[in-house]
């Protein structure tokens, strides 16, 4: 089992930063890939960002040019940089593992999940 562990959300206005954290213990050698996924307001979950264990990296395309994924594997830490920020990202942000990987839509397919970090950016 991997348990995940997500921080560093809050409140920011439109424009700002934030950036997510996601600390993962337990059988993490397990782990292939790891996403940050989103729930927003009337939306499914949805993927917004995965790395792959070599580095590989990919974004959805409301993200992408704002938001960066990176991984520490030393520290078994996930981050999120999240740049020019807009009320639509406005959401329930969560950490997720799975062994293997696959593309961006299969995200909230992910066999571990963290609880989640509430982003909230106000105009």
């Known amino acids: 089992q991997v348990q995940l562990m997500e921080s560093g959300g809050g409140s920011v206005q439109a424009g700002g930063s934030l950036r997510l954290s996601c600390t993962a213990s337990g059988y993490t050698s397990s782990i292939a890939c790891m996403a940050w996924s989103r729930q927003t307001p009337g939306k499914e979950r949805e993927g917004v960002a995965v790395i792959y264990t070599v580095g590989n990296t990919y974004y959805a395309d409301s993200v992408r040019g704002r938001f960066t994924i990176s991984r520490d594997n030393a520290k078994n830490t996930l981050y999120l940089q999240m740049n020019s920020l807009k009320p639509e990202d406005t959401g329930l942000y969560y950490c997720?593992?799975?062994?293997?990987?696959?593309?961006?839509?299969?995200?909230?397919?992910?066999?571990?999940w963290g609880q989640g970090t509430q982003v909230t950016v106000s105009s």
């Open positions: 997720a593992a799975n062994p293997y990987c696959s593309g961006m839509t299969r995200v909230p397919g992910y066999k571990y």
